[in-house]
């Protein structure tokens, strides 16, 4: 597609379990970044990717959190034993490289609700 | 750490009317850049507008543009010819410059209500 695709869109899960969401961005951009909105509140950053490598994980709350980019493309944020508070939209975006200046294109997001 | 603050929550305006949002930001850098993004509905951020900290002139996007009090760390965005189109979250956001110019610091947002 032309933009940055994520799924699922909503996602329903109940404490404690295991979580996958998954972000397509748009061809040919090598940099790739997830980030996490809560109720109320802007995007905070999470995880960037350069190409197949995380360049910059620091923004990932805790050790439940983790994302892959085994290609290069496609990324997946991972998030085990899912807690009350991970509850929130995650938001993909991705731009054309990693040094920009501030282009960056998202996709709508997966709004995770956690019960 | 950088920080962004926007102070109105909420606001509204009537269409065709002229309306301005505020952002205020706080940082040791001297190379950075600050943005507006528009989020819809739909939840996809949009880019509205992008400015360099070290041009002096405002930039400006058709009926975007902005203010930048760079010593007052003040960046604030002027709608005119409101739509109601333009209703939307928008957020202040902030990112340093050289090696680091990939992370986006954002405010908390305003919500503008364009109304008919």
């Known amino acids: 597609g032309a933009g940055v695709s994520q799924t699922p869109s909503n996602k329903v899960t109940e404490k404690g379990k295991y979580v996958e969401l998954r972000c397509d961005p748009i061809?040919?951009?090598?940099?790739l970044y997830w980030y996490r909105q809560s109720l109320g509140q802007g995007p905070e950053f999470l995880i960037y990717f350069q190409g197949t490598g995380a360049a910059d994980d620091s923004g990932l709350p805790n050790d439940r959190f983790f994302a892959v980019r085994p290609e290069g493309s496609v990324s997946t944020l991972k998030i085990q034993r899912t807690e009350r508070g991970d509850s929130a939209v995650y938001l993909c975006?991705?731009?054309?490289?990693?040094?920009?200046?501030?282009?960056?294109?998202f996709g709508e997001g997966s709004r995770l609700t956690v019960l | 750490a950088q920080t962004v603050t926007q102070s109105q929550p909420e606001m509204s305006v009537q269409e065709a009317e002229t309306v301005t949002l505020s952002c205020t930001y706080d940082t040791s850098e001297s190379n950075y850049y600050l943005f507006w993004y528009k989020q819809p509905p739909s939840r996809q951020m949009i880019l509205v507008i992008r400015?360099?900290?070290?041009?002096?002139q405002n930039a400006t996007e058709n009926r975007f543009s902005v203010n930048f009090q760079k010593a007052a760390k003040s960046f604030s965005l002027k709608i005119s010819d409101s739509q109601l189109g333009d209703t939307a979250m928008y957020f202040c956001a902030f990112m340093r410059g050289g090696g680091s110019n990939y992370k986006l610091t954002f405010g908390k947002g305003t919500l503008l209500t364009v109304n008919p």
């Open positions: 400015q360099e900290a070290y041009k002096q």
């Open positions: 061809s040919g951009h090598t940099a």
């Open positions: 975006a991705s731009s054309l490289t990693g040094h920009n200046t501030g282009e960056l294109f």
